[in-house]
């Protein structure tokens, strides 16, 4: 019983073809990296996965229904939530009124409540903005703009956002970018106990945590995948080692 | 309903000081309508973040509808201005659903186009409108209830009429500004595709919030109309647009209040200064650059800091006194 | 069929000044991502000087000399004394801050020469008409086709053949990319924005004898600016050459069927444009 399956994936621009043939197979509950080196179609496959951009041919299945077709406002509601790369938030709200935004996200009405108070409608989210900011460990900071964050805090929040949507899956955009060395763990913790409830797809090129705290990898290339296996078979693998070769061997 | 209790004061309040200090009732009574238009925009501007030069299309209609159902319908004024409403409520939805299928300067220039094609809609349909010399004689008339008659055939009676939907469509927009929607619009203006992305269909944010903004500037053209006894061709003309931008802009589009208070810095100063200096919209335009250089908020933000300095300044001598 | 012709040769000719309003707007549009609201302005302030150089001398030829040099200078010393602090600022701020320019010009305007437009006659040696067979037309709308199309062919030249329009060119494309280069891009800027002031200049002196001086052809000015801009695409020096072209001949033969009709058919062409291809019809994808 896979969460999400892609089935020859493509994704074209004009005569290049970014993405070609994926067939990706996410198994619930489980923490599934995609890896590759730069150029190697990881960004794009996450575009198509989340809905910014549309595929070529090829289809997506999440929890057995076709969501190929649908934009990026349509997947959260079915318990599909992301996180970006490049941080984005809404800089001049509280933490908690960012969690509030996003739980209520998945609701098609909830924020089309012109007549009620903003207080009453929130209520409902509280037991899931309390979830998000128990996990991420801003209880004590609900109260701060996050634009006052730092940026490792802000991180967090990041992968906050996509919790406070209870969602099924949680795609996470490399969480670990920009951040510094000390404050990294504090993420590939986080993800590693998100397994618990929820499936994780990861997409990151930071090598040695993927290694560390992954179920399955799938490492790409040239917009195919190279292959796929537990971190042990990744580790240990040939043509891996030459698709990293002078690059990111940070395995060694 | 706490929300309601502490606005409705300040708001009767301002309708009063507007009549009882300003210089005469129909500076009073064009201060409250163009403070509800300046509120229209603000709600597109400073919660929506859409900066549009159409809000004349919806008052010109406004005011043409109001008219219109005054000469050939024959229906009462307030039927007349709720025909009015509606009118703005579609169109704008129609407007907004096509312009913000651009964005950025594309958007700016759609609603920019769609003001000219209203203008010279207007003016090729001189049957209807008067064409150049815009629509005269407009009648207001009264509402008949069980042969009790509610007419507002004098300038006291309309400014109560005005000064009463003052209130409550800025009590209305209070309350949709404070509520979850108005958070919404917030989120999307701060970061479009975050909300895209958490489930927010974010085109159907814009076009209700486009929706609120045209039927409140359209039933203000109509009080307009009602009030001048006249649609002028001119409330069509990209130029009110500008205005009515300026006025939201200087006022503040952040709070509700700031409208109010750009409809007075138009209005009165306007009036002012046009007395003995004809030109006063070139300071106009200086004021319009300094205030997106260097307040950006308007002057109901200039307002609050003045307040807040007062208050700290009076808070710490008294924490001295105390000490 | 000889009125037809007429009204096209009128529609060319409307057409070249409205590629010399809106190249200006177009090029500094796709080198910085700037929209002008003044622009229209220059066009305006451009008649005006041409209205107090021929009331001083007489003499046109040198209002044509003068007058777009005047408005040149004028456009850089706004860019470096407003326009250029809201470069970092969103667009609809830019907007505002040019909104606000283009409203102390025509107020400043009026102070000056009243709210009434002025006449400007064309310079005697251009008075009357050319005879071809049966057919005539005035020697001044004749001068000004030809007059812009070398214009035309100038700015292209310039675009096109010189280190400066490489520049330019580039920097429409990737600004970042000659910023790397280590090319004052500011400046190329401020140059460029001076240039097409310059240009809309021009194009309010070669329009003075045509349809007179009045401070709200400015406005007027910068919605037919707008329609060239998108109509061609944003950015492109043949997309405002054929959008003006374009613009021109359709609102003269419309003025001789339906006259108010045509601007309405222009700014819906426009509309439409936005709407089902927002590059226009050269503009960069």
Redesign the interface.
Known sequence: MSILTTNRLTKSYGEFKAVTDVNLDVQPNTLHAVIGPNGAGKTTLFHCL?GVQRLTSGRILFDNKEISKL???????LGM??S?QVT??????TVR?NLQ??A?????I?????????AS??KKTAAAVDYALETTGFENRAETIAGDLSHGQQRMLEVG?ALA?QPKLILLDEPTSGMGVDDIPMISDLVRRLTKDITVLLIEHNMGIVLEISDKITVMQLGQILVEGTPNQIKNDQRVREAYLGGETEDA | MSLELKHCPILIAIALAAFLVLPSISLATEVLIFAIIALGCSILLGYAGLLSFGQAIFFGLGAYVASLSQIHLGVNFLVGLLIATAAGATVAALVGALAIRRQGIYFVMLTLAFTQLAFFVSYTLDEWTGGDNGLLDVPRNSVDIFGFEIAIDSSEKFYAFVAISFVLIFLGMIRITHSQFGRTLLAIKQNEERATALGYSVKWYKVLAFIFSGSITAYAGGMYALFLNFAPLSNVELIMSEHILIMAIIGGTGNVYGAVLGSLFLVVVGDMLSAFWERWLFLLGGILILTVFYMRGGLISGLYGVFEFLSQKFGSASTQKES | MELFFFQLLNGLGLGVIYFLLSVGLTITFGLLNFVNFAHGAFYMVGAYVTFVIVSLTGNFWLALLIAPLVIGTLAIALEQSVVKFSYVLEHKYQILVTLGVALMLQELVIMIWGPIGKNVSPPSSLAGIIEIGDFIYPKYRAFVIAFSALIAIVVWWGLEKTKFGALVRAGSENAQMVGLLGVNITRLFSITFGLGGLLAGLAGVLAAPLRGADPFMGVEALGIAFIVVVIGGMGSFLGALVGGLVVGVMQSVMSSVWPEGASLMVYAAMAAVILSRPRGLFGRA
């Open positions: 989340t934009g990026p406002e349509k997947r959260s509601s939530s992301r970006f984005s938030l809404f800089l001049e709200m009124e935004i996003a209520l996200g998945v609701s098609s909830d924020g089309f409540r012109f007549w009620s108070s903003s409608t929130v956002m949507q």
